[in-house]
């Protein structure tokens, strides 16, 4: 059973960086995606940064401020969130799509205060 575990949300105030990460349970390979999306409340998850083979994507809403590093080695992908701004606010999940199958972890909070 695949597990993904995320770590590193919090309090910071706008303006603020973040870092989260998250682990994988099993072997991550160069050709899995793995990535990110969030949800708000009373709003539909989103999507916000993945890693495919030989590229990475952002969400317009976060280009610029969002870097995303996956390492198949470590089995992790990785987030670092500059410039936060109150809009950012969320509980953020990493997915990893793996065998045709999509997997989820169970959110970190990322709280920002304005």
């Known amino acids: 059973q695949v597990q993904l575990v995320e770590s590193g949300g919090g309090l910071v105030q706008a303006g603020g960086s973040l870092r989260l990460s998250c682990a994988a349970s099993?072997?991550?390979?160069?050709?899995?995606?793995m990535g990110w999306y969030r949800q708000a409340p009373g709003k539909q998850r989103e999507f916000v940064a993945r890693c495919t083979p030989g590229s990475t994507n952002y969400a317009d809403s976060v280009k610029g401020r969002f870097t995303i590093s996956c390492d198949s080695t470590k089995n992790t992908v990785s987030m670092q969130m500059n410039s936060l701004k109150p809009e950012d606010a969320a509980t953020y999940y990493c997915l990893v799509q793996l065998l045709g199958s999509t997997y989820w972890g169970k959110g970190t909070l990322v709280s920002v205060s304005s």
């Open positions: 099993v072997t991550i390979f160069r050709s899995n995606v």
